[in-house]
């Protein structure tokens, strides 16, 4: 854990914050605001990145994940006064911000809102954007807590407006702490007090050079987003995780049934999240390429594992799940999409289309080589024809022989 304080606030007092470094690409926030007199009166821990789809100078689209902050300050963060609520104010990297507003009523106290601000003039984070500037994202929330109570929330929270997905997770927060003591008594969110997800069942070696002990075949599960009304993406599969961390080898199958699905549809892209007790993500991000084939861009990955360390990857080059826009693509036999050397994903009755779904049916598969028995006829043929070949030199050879043993030399 690293601590450090930054210098005194108007209005708010001294500032202690405390950022809690974890696994490659993710780690969590931890803000214990105090007032004049050194109380606590906001206490505040969580977990987030955001997903920011852009125009490109050449008019195409592209997709970047935000989990990275680097340095953080915490300039505006405040305990409130009788003009103004509490707010929770942070600022990472070149133009990129985040806002967190609370109000109080008689007995209960408000998340307000949250807006989150970036710079698409940044090259780094936003390489080749067509406009150059710092847009904002407002939501609205109005999640109502009780007085003096902590909110928990572990399960996944999802905001998405303006080609921005907001994403949170482990999130602890107390606004108007009293008497500067951050309360025990906690207030779950929706998600967290209807969640009933078993653990994963986890299978560990010892060495990362010597195989996993196989599993059973994963149980396929099928997932769905929806846009409004409608279905908009459909993916059917079984899926087995393979993952190497610290020397440590393990294959997890992930179980649809205590698995949740949620995400985003858009004219280039398309999101697929799924989500556990243990997988804070896995995400499958689609993409439209020559404007007429979908392909399978990008997976970003968290979960605990068993050890209780944080496993983080995250890869935005890939080129797996190739098909036509207006099919599906199908691969029933075991396939395995190579994240990077540490993670794998072996999939098992693979179906899935994250474009121009109609009627929440899939359309016409596009099957993979794996599963094209097609190619077994011309082998077969051309075996029969090499065999025929085979046989019909021999009875020559044969022949032959037996004529010249026919007639002897005078």
Known sequence: MVCFRLFPVPGSGLVLV????????SYALELNLTDSGKATCLYAKWQMNFTVRYETTNKTYKTV???????????GSICGDDQNGPKIAVQFGPGFSWIANFSKAASTYSIDSISFSYNTGDNTTFPDAEDKGILTVDELLAIKIPLNDLFRCNSLSTLEK???VQHYWDVLVQAFVQNGTVSTNEFLCDEDKTSTVAPTIHTTVPSPTTTPT???????GTYSVNNGNDTCLLATMGLQLNITQDKVASVININPNTTHSTGSCRSHTALLRLNSSTIKYLDFVFAVKNENR??????NVSMYLVNGSVFSIANNNLSYWDAPLGSSYMCNKEQTVSVSGAFQIN???LRVQ????????????????LDDDTILIPIIVG???????????IAYVIGRRKSYAGYQTL
């Open 162 to 164: 303006n080609d921005v």
């Open 347 to 349: 999939t098992f009755d």
């Open 18 to 25: 405390c950022l809690v470094l974890g696994a490659v690409r």
């Open 65 to 75: 994940t935000i989990s990275d902050r680097g340095t953080v300050t915490y300039n």
């Open 354 to 369: 994250p474009f121009n779904v109609t009627q929440g049916k899939y359309s016409t598969a596009q099957e993979c080589s």
């Open 294 to 299: 979908f392909y399978l861009k990008e997976v």
């Open 383 to 393: 075996a029969g024809l090499s065999g025929l070949i085979i046989v019909i030199v």
């Open 214 to 220: 196989p599993k059973e075949k994963p149980e396929a």
